[in-house]
């Protein structure tokens, strides 16, 4: 099987790895920066305009100038080129851009793997080296090659650890790879049960983390539930049924899928701060804080756990939240679940510069991310700078189309268009449980007046766990509820929530949610 890939002068871009390379050295362009290229690559010689890339790119009717202009100049800093001596890139005044050189296409093998390579060169080559790679291929013309069923076997046995490794760095970029070599391995052979596993937990990664493709989550659900028809008792398959039905808001299916998932395996300390982290959004903070403390005295804890216990401990109004936030920091350094909670944080504290300052420290990689750039746009909003909040939420895309629809009411002082209404609806009827989604319906209703509506719907997210009111007053679309006497019965339903799970954090009889509570050393 072979796949086209790209040459740019001393550049090979690959589609089906989504990696731009320079000799041996990996160049960071991922997500829509990778898409942009990708799209300018499949259109030359011709130049792509602002229209074209607002759907092949985005996936939007339209986008902004600016939101374009931006993504430009991303895609230039990856390649190592300016805008005043450009190399790769080059501005059509009044239509778009284009690319500078020609482009060389060419087929790579990707079915083989010839082990054939001296000893020598193979002792040599490291994990770290491997990384370099999109996936391993080792060839040499002078030795024979392995028969055709053993080399497909060592294949997918190698793309499967790799694909293990990359997950495990919680990256986009390196999620899509991964997800990409499994796919290869289960288009090759069929069924495997260990592939089909990583690949449902990176399905779900992706959708909930990064970037979501059409059917991800769906995608993640039918390969857990394949596996759990050959094998009811296997823990990871549950895990990933839950991880799978979280990422579709899908709340109490989820915990009990979780539940079942280190009911069997008791090491499955990730299933346990997963569940946790559910239990946290149904505001049931108490048993939230129990389950990490069980994972923490069994000595083991997922790298999400400090953040998880630093947001519920916020929650909660207790003074060891900053203890966590900075164990959260250590814990999970350059984490896209890290950066987006701190900076949640902050827009709670109605610090809209710090929100900003956090996103412009972190990595450009996750500067790019839909869950950075919505947090990006709710803190330009807060600071009065509309177009700059437009251009973050166009670049979000999906992940902020409620916003951009808020903002649209905002600029325009219409109501929500009636299509829009009617996809909001049909998701509550498909099961999405998750109560910020009803929270972000309310300030869209807000936004157009219906103070009543938008009442109702907070009412409903509390009901179903919301317990953060520090959002809704520092909310920018939240105004005319603020001033509403139904502010005031809403406040004292979350205070009245607050305070009882509080009273049980405090009173617990264990001792490991109580070294939780205890100041940090």
């Given amino acids: 099987m072979n796949s086209e ?17 320079r000799g041996n050295e990996r160049l960071h362009a991922t997500d829509l920066t990778f898409d942009l290229l990708l799209f300018m690559l499949r259109k030359w010689p011709d130049t792509i305009t602002l229209e074209a890339a607002a759907s092949e790119v985005w996936r939007q009717n339209h986008v902004s100038e600016t939101t374009l202009t931006k993504r430009v100049a991303l895609l230039r800093r990856a390649l190592g080129e300016s805008a005043t001596a450009p190399r790769y890139i080059r501005k059509v005044r009044g239509v778009g851009y284009a690319l500078i050189p020609d482009v060389q296409r060419r087929d790579m093998p990707r079915a083989k793997l010839n082990l054939g390579a001296p000893k020598t060169a193979i002792a040599g080559i490291s ?84 970037r979501a493709t059409e059917d991800d989550t769906q995608k993640a659900e039918d390969l857990a539930r394949r596996v759990i028809s050959s094998d009811l008792k296997s823990g990871g398959a549950w895990h990933a049924l839950g991880y799978a039905l979280d990422a579709q808001g899908r709340v109490d299916e989820a915990l009990a899928a979780y539940k079942q998932a280190y009911t069997i395996d008791d090491e499955d ?34 790298i999400y756990a400090p953040i998880q216990i630093a947001t519920t401990l916020s929650l909660l109004n207790h003074q060891a939240a900053e203890d966590w936030w900075f164990k959260a920091e250590i814990a999970g350094p350059n984490q896209l679940v890290v950066l987006t909670a701190r900076m949640e944080q902050a827009l709670r504290h109605d610090r809209a510069d710090q929100c900003l300052r956090l996103l412009s420290q972190a990595p450009e990689a996750l500067q790019s991310m839909p869950k950075a750039l919505r947090l990006e746009g709710r803190a330009m909003l807060k600071l009065g700078r509309q177009d700059e909040a437009r251009a973050a939420f166009e670049a979000a895309g999906q992940e902020a189309w409620l916003e951009m629809a808020a903002l649209d009411l905002l600029e325009q002082n219409a109501g929500p268009p009636i299509e829009l209404m009617k996809q909001i609806d049909r998701m509550m009827l498909d099961g999405d449980t998750w109560p910020e989604f009803r929270i972000r319906v309310a300030e869209l209703h807000a936004m157009a007046g219906h103070t009543e509506q938008a009442s109702l719907l907070v009412s409903r997210a509390i009901d179903l766990g919301w317990r953060d009111w520090t959002y809704i007053e520092t909310s920018p679309f939240f105004e005319t509820l603020m001033s509403s006497p139904e502010a005031a019965i809403l406040k004292a339903r979350i205070d009245h929530e607050v305070t009882a799970q509080k009273r049980l954090v405090l009173a617990s009889p264990s001792d490991a949610v109580q070294t939780i509570l205890a100041t940090a050393d």
């Fill in 127 to 210: 994990i770290a080296a491997m990384f370099g790679f999109g996936f391993l291929i080792i060839q040499n013309a002078n030795e024979p090659e392995l028969a055709e069923q053993g080399a497909v076997a060592d294949l997918s046995d190698i793309q499967l650890t790799r694909a293990k490794d990359l997950l495990r760095l919680h990256q986009p970029a390196e999620t899509d790879l991964a997800i990409a070599l499994l796919e290869q391995i289960l288009a090759r052979d069929g069924t495997a049960p260990e592939a089909e596993l990583a690949l449902s937990f990176a399905y779900s990664t992706r959708a909930t983390k990064f």
């Fill in 269 to 302: 300390v990730a299933a346990m701060s997963s569940a946790a982290y559910l239990f946290q959004i149904r505001g049931r903070l108490y048993d939230a804080l129990e389950l990490e403390a069980m994972a923490l005295k069994a000595g083991r804890t997922s």
């Fill in 5 to 21: 890939t790209y040459l740019l002068l001393d550049l090979i871009v690959d589609p089906q790895e989504r990696s731009v390379r």
